[in-house]
């Protein structure tokens, strides 16, 4: 089946420290990726996506590589601010599948000024 | 309207009663899906919708649990004779259709269920 697997939380860091949540996943097709985010009392929003082997996404400073070989996705920010506090869930759909989302057990950040 | 919308914010219930969770999508969005987020679960798929129909109901954790879809607009997630263990936050999303790569889900803040 489908899963996907991240780095359990919660992890703490310091304003402008180097962030990496690793994710892994396991696919029977082949998946499009992606990084969401929930902030303190907000809903669900989409934060980075890759769709193909090798292909970057990126947004707010964030990135993540799909890595085939290694059936990995992992997000990374060079900088992390106090606001970036969220917990981070990792995803995978397999569109001839159907459209449904699978993810990680999330990942908490806590960034401390 | 904007975005995804869900009523109530919060639910609480005797164990024993049955609930109706409300999703309304974004407006033109052909696709609608429920997820359901708990402490010990993690965030689980349940249910999607293209239109009116629901090709995968394999999400559902028991017969207890129904949705429907009117109008290709709102949807209403139904658990009957609810238990402690569906206490979690049921989130809807939508997107513009299914199953094509450019398709972003967009979520509702969910509804927070608690069951007494």
């Known amino acids: 089946g489908n899963s996907v697997t991240q780095m359990e939380g919660p992890v703490t860091l310091s304003e402008e420290a180097f962030l990496t949540i690793n994710c892994t996943y396991t696919a029977t097709g082949y998946p499009s990726l992606f990084w969401y985010v929930q902030y303190p009392g907000e809903g669900l929003q989409l934060l980075l996506k890759?769709?193909?082997?090798?292909d970057k996404g990126s947004n707010k400073g964030f990135e993540a590589t799909y890595r085939k070989e290694t059936t990995s996705f992992h997000l990374e920010k060079g900088s992390v601010q106090v606001s970036d506090s969220a917990v981070y869930f990792c995803?995978?759909?397999?569109?001839?599948?159907?459209?449904?989302?699978?993810f990680g057990q999330g990942t908490e950040l806590s960034v401390k000024p | 309207g904007a975005g995804v919308s869900q009523s109530p914010s919060n639910k609480v219930t005797e164990k024993g009663k049955d609930v109706e969770l409300r999703c309304d999508p974004i407006?033109?969005?052909?696709?609608l899906y429920w997820y359901r987020q708990s402490l010990g679960q993690g965030l689980e798929f349940l249910i999607y919708f293209q239109g009116n129909s629901a090709p995968d109901k394999s999400g559902l954790p028991s017969d207890r649990f129904s949705a429907e879809r009117t109008g290709g607009s709102v949807s209403t997630l139904t658990i009957q004779r609810t238990q402690q263990e569906d206490s979690a936050v049921y989130l809807c999303?939508?997107?513009?259709?299914?199953?094509?790569?450019?398709?972003?889900?967009?979520f509702g803040p969910g509804t927070r269920l608690t069951v007494l």
């Open positions: 999303a939508s997107s513009l259709v299914l199953g094509s790569l450019n398709n972003e889900q967009f």
């Open positions: 407006s033109g969005h052909t696709a």
């Open positions: 890759a769709t193909k082997a090798d």
């Open positions: 995803a995978l759909i397999v569109y001839n599948q159907g459209g449904k989302l699978i």
